[in-house]
């Protein structure tokens, strides 16, 4: 499991990997944290667990991750240590899938982090993608 921050325009970038899917949202999470600040400050004790559900996985991805941003925004403390603890799909009964994925966090305390600034989770090129290797996401995000 691992991500990579990289440049793109005025954005930046998360390409991120793991053996499962679960993980290649984690990652993409850490990844999110990375591009917010260099070092990301310690976590709280508790974690807060929360659910995002979607059409699709990678609107998943994408509320996911908006998710985070909104939770940054709302509490003025940064999302850290994130778990996703599943990732579901459920068919309703007109054949409907939706996605459900059950996640937890820790707040980091902004006040005194040089943060950048993370306006939104864009659909620009991202990519989610199951390969021979595991899985693989391609996510920019709005500075």
């Keep these: 499991m691992g991500y990579e921050l990289r440049d793109h325009t005025a954005d930046i970038a998360v390409a991120a990997w793991a053996d499962s899917l679960t993980g290649v949202f984690e990652a993409a999470a850490e990844g999110f944290v990375a591009a917010t600040c260099e ?13 995002v559900t979607a059409e699709s996985r990678e609107a998943l991805l994408f509320d996911y ?8 925004d709302v509490r003025a403390a940064l999302p850290v240590a994130n778990r996703v603890e599943s990732i579901d799909s459920e068919t309703d009964a007109d054949s409907s899938e939706t996605w459900v994925l059950t996640a937890s966090a820790s707040d980091a305390a902004l006040a005194g982090v040089t943060a950048r600034e993370i306006k939104a989770v864009t659909y620009s090129e991202m990519r989610l993608e199951q390969t021979a290797d595991g899985w693989e996401a391609y996510v920019v995000f709005d500075v």
């Design 39 to 51: 070092t990301a400050p310690a976590g709280t004790e508790d974690r807060a667990v929360f659910t």
């Design 65 to 72: 991750l908006d998710e985070l941003v909104y939770r940054r």
